[in-house]
């Protein structure tokens, strides 16, 4: 008797705990997640030193159009970046707000191509600014899309001397879940990212 009823409750906990499991796994995350793909390492800014600065100077400050909002709704504004290498091995780089994301993202691009990225204020050490205008996350009918636009500079002696804007957009078959929405962002910003001509910028900018 005693046996079957500590049998009854291992199997009962066992439903709360499963129970438990499902509700964790199904509740809404609060941030997107963002995989950006590696270019390959070159040599090709050796030598250079720059400081980096984002601002985001976007005039509509909502990531999620009305229609995709409600697959989000205790999003706050962070984003869980995975750097994924030309093998496909993902490393972790923890969790930003948009600024940091951009930031961190436009770093490692950087340092792939041999610039040192430093941090300081020192003026004389050229700066590469990037302005991020627009970022919206759209659903659509049976798809998910993102756009994404920023303007990128080179200033020497507090002076703009190289500019270049970037803007991309991409898609993603709705899945259920968020998975196409982190999918097609994930997609626009390692296009956009990679998109901007470094090396033209820094040619223009008469240090290369």
């Given at each position: 008797?005693h046996?079957?009823?500590?049998?009854?409750?291992?199997?009962?906990l066992t439903i709360?705990?499963?129970?438990?499991?499902?509700?964790?796994?199904?509740?809404?995350?609060a941030?997107?997640?963002?995989d950006?793909?590696l270019p390959?390492?070159?040599?090709?800014?050796?030598?250079?030193?720059?400081?980096?600065?984002?601002?985001?100077?976007?005039?509509?400050l909502q990531?999620f159009?009305?229609?995709?909002a409600?697959?989000?709704q205790?999003?706050?504004n962070?984003?869980?970046?995975?750097w994924?290498?030309?093998n496909?091995?993902?490393?972790?780089?923890?969790?930003?707000?948009?600024q940091?994301?951009?930031?961190?993202t436009?770093?490692?691009?950087l340092e792939?191509?041999?610039?040192e990225?430093?941090?300081?204020?020192?003026?004389?050490?050229?700066?590469?600014?990037v302005?991020?205008?627009?970022l919206k996350?759209?659903?659509?009918?049976r798809?998910?899309?993102?756009?994404?636009?920023?303007?990128?500079?080179?200033?020497?002696d507090s002076q703009?001397?190289a500019r270049?804007?970037?803007?991309?957009?991409a898609?993603?078959p709705?899945?259920?879940?968020?998975?196409?929405?982190d999918?097609?962002?994930?997609?626009?910003?390692?296009s956009?990212?990679n998109?901007?001509?470094?090396?033209?910028?820094?040619?223009q900018?008469?240090?290369?």
């Amino acid at each position: 008797m005693h046996a079957r009823l500590r049998h009854q409750g291992f199997a009962f906990l066992t439903i709360l705990l499963a129970i438990a499991c499902i509700g964790g796994c199904a509740s809404p995350r609060a941030y997107l997640i963002v995989d950006y793909q590696l270019p390959p390492v070159t040599d090709q800014l050796i030598g250079q030193k720059v400081r980096i600065e984002v601002k985001d100077v976007r005039q509509d400050l909502q990531v999620f159009t009305p229609a995709a909002a409600d697959h989000f709704q205790n999003f706050q504004n962070r984003y869980s970046l995975t750097w994924v290498s030309q093998n496909k091995n993902r490393i972790m780089a923890g969790e930003k707000d948009l600024q940091d994301l951009f930031l961190e993202t436009f770093k490692k691009r950087l340092e792939q191509m041999g610039a040192e990225v430093v941090s300081t204020d020192n003026p004389q050490i050229p700066l590469f600014q990037v302005l991020i205008n627009s970022l919206k996350v759209d659903l659509k009918g049976r798809t998910w899309s993102a756009k994404a636009g920023y303007e990128a500079s080179l200033s020497v002696d507090s002076q703009i001397v190289a500019r270049e804007t970037v803007s991309g957009q991409a898609e993603k078959p709705y899945i259920v879940g968020r998975k196409g929405a982190d999918d097609s962002l994930s997609d626009i910003f390692t296009s956009v990212i990679n998109k901007v001509d470094l090396i033209k910028l820094f040619q223009q900018a008469k240090m290369i």
